[in-house]
């Protein structure tokens, strides 16, 4: 029996403070890796809905907070979206259309907070569970609040394989870690310890140092590593949003470089990573390579120490 799933990374950016035309543009990527690719799993950038607040200051330095940044916050806040909410249910109905199953960064808001969230769509059950960001990174804490360990999951997925003219059930655990979180060794093992198999990772991280750090989670955890990256330009943005100290405005500067990259659990590219512009990469998953990995790596099975070191 092959234990195949078709999964798709898609690298692209947030129509600014339209919530309507980035669910539409959703709906069309995920479309395409569909139709074109046959994916069955399609993984979306951290922030794709909301977006990303790329270069902003929101007005705040230690000791104060401008009236221009309160109202950038607000502007930003009410680009969020609640869960639920009209969003997912369309979310929920792009899934089922399509027979996929969706990970999607979005910023979630709840109250007067912000959340760097990933949510989860079942192609049939609809919204099953959503992961929010444990540590916002730097400047990110002044407009995304902390999750907390009652958002961790680790979900178990039956996706269809046509092999030999046979069709077979594959059942894959699926986890998410946004960004930064990625640097957190503990809750990497935790995903571990879970049975993680294909492991995504949502980011804006465009730095080319970001592709070791995929590789080596691959490697390390001997799972399947999607990360989605963000592209984006100036012109992608509102004409007044702010850019890199010392950059000229230009409306094909980048803001967000992209690299969206699939890697193996032997830390090999699969697909990506895609530096230019946006798309939608696409692979083979063959669940197997897991336990051909783990034959000689296992971090929480034969290659793990507990009994010498431990944390608690």
Known sequence: MTRIIRASVVQACTVAYSLSDTLDKLERLTTLARERDNAQLVVFPEAFIGGYPAKSSFGAVVGARSP???DEYLR???AAI???SQAV???EGIARATSVFLVVGVIEREGGTCYCTVIFVHPQAGYVAKHRKLVPTAAERLVWGFGDASTLPVLEQTFSHQGNGVSENVTAKISAAICWENYMPLLRTHYYQQGTQIYCAPTVDSRPVWQHTMAHIALE???FVLSACQYAQQKDF???HPIANGAARDPEGIM???GSVIYNPAGEALAGPLKEGEG???AELDLDDIIRGKFDLDVVGHYARPDGVALS
Request: hydrophobic letters at 20%; a positive charge; glycine letters at 16%.
């Open 68 to 70: 221009e940044g309160r």
């Open 76 to 78: 930003y806040h009410s």
């Open 82 to 84: 609640e869960i639920p």
């Open 89 to 91: 249910t369309r979310m």
């Open 221 to 223: 955890g001997r799972c």
């Open 238 to 240: 509102p004409p007044n």
């Open 256 to 258: 967000i470089g992209g």
């Open 280 to 282: 939608v990469l696409t």
